[in-house]
Structures are given as structure tokens and as C-alpha cells.
């Protein structure tokens, strides 16, 4: 079954829109599966003709490349050629409409992560920037994420859309590594349904657990800066390996060591995200084998009852 590919495009001054449009249309012209995608485009995009092109393409994949606002929405222009913004939440409420076969939502545009958490409700993937980002670095996302989209992947258990935006990311940090941080990929849908799944399967064991203390709280930040793992070169493969997204923390690469540990170990307390914290003591447990850390991290560990 083909993927169809509707990329909308605003046409605000000085952005390189052509050249986005060019770079997605060679990255699945080049891939291995060419022939599983199909690409629609419109461009010069006011607020109806996305609405009109969403219905009449039916697309799995849509793409909008162009410019954001602060607020999160998406600056578009009216049939005057005046500037007019296009809100998360109106986006959103387009997309429930059509989240029977519309799959993944791609805003190419500065300051759209507000708008990609919007539509995320409703959509399983949707990905947006957190800041303003450089035209080169969003054509380079774009490049990445569609080349992979084309790979041919013998294992059918990997997540074909996070492994795209996982390339996207690296397309990005090839250019400029301080700038890997921008793209956010919202999966609210899927998480949903693990929470309901997770809250099932511990259900019982519920009333066992036990809330951390600033003490708790204090240990851990503690051993985290200690073992090494919040050093600059190893925090991005942490946080997604306990299941946090590298975009929720703050300028990620330039936090200090301590910095990063205060803000990973605040994030995971205070959304109470006791699986990430269990998998983060897991490995912090295999870092202190023996001693007085030991012993506290093991305490911590069974007040989780992990």
C-alpha cells in the first residue's frame, strides 16, 4: 500500500520552501521504497485550501513547511496576501476529522511544538519545533526524515516513524550539534494507551509504593552526576533510553553537568514518570556495586517497587 505525502506549503519571504520541497521529493526519488510513497504538493497555503487538501488527498503523511509564531501557531496569509495565523487547536480539531487515515503530522515551522502537542491528541505521530530554527537546519531534518522513511527495515518491530525523526535528528546535529535539541516528536496517542496498559499491570501493587522524598530526590541527582552519565556526550542517549524525549529539557547540550542531573531528576518527580525513574536507577545501579550509594539506591528501588 502506497504512502501518500501531502506537503502544504506557506510561502512566506525569505524561506526556502523550494528548496524543502526539492530536498523531500529526491530523498524518497532515491529510496529503497520509492515506490510505496506518492507525493501531492500545494503551495502558497491559506487556512481553507489546507482544510480542502487534507479531504480530497486523504494523506497518511502531512508535511508543512513554512513559518511559526511564539504563540505556536502557524503564520499563513489571506486572500489579501496579509499575514494571518492558523492556531494549534484549530489544527487540531482539522486533524480529529481525519485521524482515521492521516498517520503523521510533520510542522516544519519555528516555534511549533505548541501545535504538534495539539494535534498529537488526536494523531500518532506529529512533530514540531521548539524554537526558531535556520532554514538549512529544516531542510536538513526534512532530508533525514525522509530518507528514512525509505529505508528498507528487515525488523518489523522497529518504529518506522520514530526511527525517521531519529535520523532527522542527526541530519541536524551533522550541521550543528548544539541545535539537535529543536525537533519534538509528540506520540500522546500511543502513550495513552501504554499509561492505560501500565496503570492495569500495576494496579495491585499500587498501595506498595511509596512517594520519594527531597531526600530521594537529593540521592539521586546525586549519583546521577556522579556516574558520569550527565556528561554532555552521553545525556541525549540517556534520556531516550529511559524514555524521555531530549526536547522536553532544556537546551539539553549546554545544561552544566549538575544542571542537567537537577533538571532530568525535577522532570521525572514532579510528571511522576516512575517507570523512567526505575529505568534510570537500574543503570545507576549497575554504576555503584557495593558501598553506602548501594544501599540508598537500593532503597529508593524498593520504595518504587520496581
Do not use: W
Not at 49 to 72: N, S, T, W, Y
Amino acid at each position: 500500500m502506497q504512502q501518500k505525502v501531502l506537503i502544504l506549503a506557506a510561502i512566506p519571504h525569505g524561506l526556502r520552501l523550494d528548496q524543502e520541497m526539492r530536498e523531500i521529493e529526491e530523498a524518497i526519488r532515491r529510496a529503497a521504497r520509492r515506490d510505496k510513497f506518492e507525493i501531492r504538493t500545494r503551495t502558497a497555503v491559506r487556512s481553507h485550501d489546507i482544510r480542502r487538501a487534507i479531504a480530497e488527498e486523504r494523506p497518511q503523511i502531512v508535511h508543512f513547511c513554512g513559518h511559526g509564531l511564539k504563540d505556536g501557531s502557524l503564520l499563513l496569509e489571506d486572500e489579501a496576501g496579509n499575514d494571518k495565523p492558523l492556531s494549534g487547536e484549530g489544527l487540531a480539531q482539522l486533524f480529529k476529522l481525519h485521524a482515521n487515515y492521516v498517520t503523521c503530522v510533520l510542522l516544519n515551522a519555528c516555534h511549533s511544538a505548541k501545535s504538534a502537542e495539539a494535534i498529537g491528541q488526536y494523531i500518532n505521530y506529529a512533530i514540531g519545533m521548539n524554537r526558531e530554527m535556520k532554514d538549512k537546519l529544516a531542510i536538513a531534518f526534512a532530508q533525514g526524515f525522509y530518507d528514512a522513511l525509505g529505508y528498507e527495515i528487515p525488523d518489523n518491530n522497529i518504529d518506522i516513524f520514530e526511527r525517521a525523526f531519529q535520523e532527522g535528528l542527526v541530519a541536524i546535529q551533522l550541521e550543528d550539534i548544539s541545535e539537535g535539541e529543536i525537533p519534538v516528536l509528540i506520540k500522546i496517542k500511543m502513550l495513552n494507551q501504554s499509561t492505560s496498559v501500565v496503570n492495569s499491570q500495576i494496579s495491585s501493587a499500587a498501595k506498595a509504593k511509596q512517594e520519594l522524598n527531597d531526600v530521594d530526590i537529593e540521592i539521586l541527582t546525586e549519583l546521577l552526576q556522579l556516574s558520569g552519565r550527565a556528561a554532555p556526550e552521553r545525556r541525549r542517549a540517556l534520556s531516550i533510553e529511559i524514555g524521555v524525549k531530549p526536547g522536553e529539557l532544556t537546551s539539553i547540550s549546554l545544561l552544566a553537568e549538575n544542571d542537567f542531573a537537577v533538571e532530568l531528576i525535577d522532570l521525572l518527580h514532579k510528571r511522576r514518570l516512575e517507570t523512567a525513574i526505575c529505568k534510570l536507577c537500574k543503570k545507576l545501579e549497575s554504576d555503584f556495586k557495593g558501598g553506602g550509594y548501594s544501599s540508598k539506591l537500593g532503597a529508593i528501588i524498593a520504595k518504587l517497587n520496581c
